[in-house]
């Protein structure tokens, strides 16, 4: 940022753009020049202020883009082989399939006493007991 000074201290054939926004004024660059000629890098950009801008904001993009590939590198290559990566991964798996061998046979055994509950066993000829 450049010194500051007052409007009517401006040098001879200086000129300065100043635009109203809702913040108050500020300097702008034109997209003319005084004799008409459309100045292209102000229309692209915005100024120096703009590319600057422009530059800050496409680095972090590249950043933020290369972080998020290198995660995404990374779960798929323990997502191809998880065991490669779990010291105990068969002891687990093992565990985990007990259990649910355990848990079946919980249930085969709850189903077998429903049923024997449900029949009673009665031989021919003796008398049920009421």
Do not use: H
């Not at 919980?106 to 189903?111: A, D, G, M, R």
Request: hydrophobic residues 40%; proline residues 4%; charged residues 25%.
């Amino acid at each position: 940022m450049g010194k500051i000074i007052e409007a009517s201290e401006l040098p001879e054939g200086d000129k300065v753009y100043l635009k109203k926004d809702f913040l108050g004024w500020r300097v702008v660059e034109p997209w003319r020049t005084p004799d008409g000629k459309l100045k292209l890098f102000n229309v692209l950009f915005g100024g120096k202020r703009g590319l600057l801008f422009l530059i800050i904001v496409m680095i972090i993009s590249g950043l933020f883009y290369l972080g998020i590939d290198e995660l995404i590198a990374n779960y798929k290559i323990i997502a191809d082989s998880p065991c490669n990566f779990c010291n105990s991964c068969f002891e687990q798996t093992r565990k985990v399939i007990s259990d649910l061998n355990n848990q079946q046979i919980k249930f085969n055994i709850s189903e077998i006493s429903e049923f024997f509950n449900d029949v009673s066993f009665v031989k021919e000829g003796s008398v049920e007991p009421t």
